[in-house]
């Protein structure tokens, strides 16, 4: 027999869909499958317990300790979604990375406000091989229920770090061995299928639809995506993915 | 002043949000400045009404008599947005394709759920300069409100064609001169970024998630996107994207 979810508990999950909410715990909400099974496998010692509904409660391999059982209605009044999968997590945010940069290159987000277009391109990261995924104020949360939902907890396995603004980031990428700044740019750039040290030591700065990079920062260079299509640009998700898989692309041949 | 929007038009709307709706009247919904836009430059003819909401009356360039002024409140209630930007046109489906095969490739999408992936897709292909998106029969409808949404009307810039099967698909393309099929595979298959003739009149699959691709076509080759990041996957839309930006890669290096 699990362990029923306490009302404690239930309050617990609903005051983590709010950003007050998380910032007073410290812990956020983390739903579905995938996102919890990517958590349990980065950091188990930051779950506080999964709630899970009766038809979820066999799908999880996870210490019986940690789950608490959760009536199918309440369950649906809990979760974010309407097909829920029946799992959601409570755990410690993690704390911020601040060591040496790992990996070829930093994807930077400046002022991304899609918790879509961020958890899509967490995956793409991840699925990349690379850790870094930088951010500026006035992105979304990337602890955000959304945000992780659609990352698919990928949150839990990369190293993400906050700045204030895009000059802050880029002086720390600095202090960190970064040797350049790209700024993909929907209108003016150098090529990015050609632009030698794309991927060296690099930061890559992709903006939030739809006003792309709003920061400036002096010595920064950009690149373009080409488009034979002559149409007007594609989704920040869709062009950081481009970016990243060049980078494999390159790594690879 | 405009022409007020009558009972029988809002009525017209509504009835569009469904698949029946828009079977019965050969006609859809395309909400959205950008969509509105690509459908006035595409298919002017095809336009029935375009229903503004009065905060709204001055951003399109476009016939005064095809207009139809919407007060606020009616608008929101007939949008399928939560921030509208007070713009939903009406227009007849154009007709399907049916003569030569444009472009260097065809991106087919075999069974694909998710509205949002077809229309990101649909606007990667647009950007690309490519002109042919086909599918199977258990894909969502291309016409729909939210594919349109999504696609951002590229829709009707596009030669979209639907089949029952992968294998009528196929059947199709050899008879349109196309030389190989591709099957985007996560788990194995030739490389995608040394695959030679990927995009020499090819078909290139892209399944629906979570399953890939279910219908069997003999004689297709798999391909893979390569991910060292040993991740499960990305999802039909990063995938889809980064084979298409590898042909714009070919093409212009």
Redesign the interface.
């Known amino acids: 027999m699990l362990t029923e979810l306490s009302r404690r508990e239930a309050a617990l999950l609903r005051a983590l869909t709010t950003r007050s909410g998380r910032k007073k715990s410290g812990c956020c909400r983390c739903e579905g499958l995938?996102a919890v099974r990517e958590l349990l496998l980065c950091h188990p010692e930051k779950v506080l317990f999964v709630a899970v509904a009766n038809k979820a409660e066999n799908v999880l391999q996870c210490a019986p300790e940690l789950l608490r059982s959760v009536p199918e209605r309440l369950f649906n009044e809990l979760s974010g979604t309407v097909t829920s999968q029946g799992v959601i997590a409570v755990a410690e945010i993690p704390p911020e990375k601040s060591g040496p940069v790992e990996g070829d290159f930093v994807l930077a987000l400046d002022q991304l406000g899609d918790p879509?277009n961020f958890g899509?391109i967490a995956?793409?990261?991840?699925?990349?091989?690379?850790k870094e995924l930088w951010y500026t104020k006035g992105s979304i949360d990337p602890w955000g229920d959304k945000a992780i939902r659609s990352g698919m907890g990928?949150q839990f396995s990369l190293n993400m770090r906050r700045f204030d603004t895009l000059a802050g980031l880029a002086e720390a990428g600095k202090q960190h061995g970064i040797k350049k700044v790209f700024i993909a740019d929907p209108h003016k750039g150098e090529?990015c299928?050609?632009c030698r040290d794309l991927f060296d030591h690099s930061i890559i700065v992709i903006g939030g639809e739809p006003n792309g990079v709003m920061g400036a920062y002096p010595g920064a260079e950009r690149v373009i995506?080409?488009?034979?299509?002559?149409?007007?640009?594609?989704?920040a998700?869709?062009a950081a993915?481009?970016l990243i898989?060049?980078s494999?692309?390159r790594?690879?041949?």
């Open positions: 995938r879509g899509t995956r793409s990261l991840r699925a990349a091989g690379q990928v090529n299928f050609t995506i080409p488009m034979p299509g002559d149409y007007e640009s594609i989704n998700a869709q993915t481009v898989f060049e494999v692309r790594k690879l041949n």
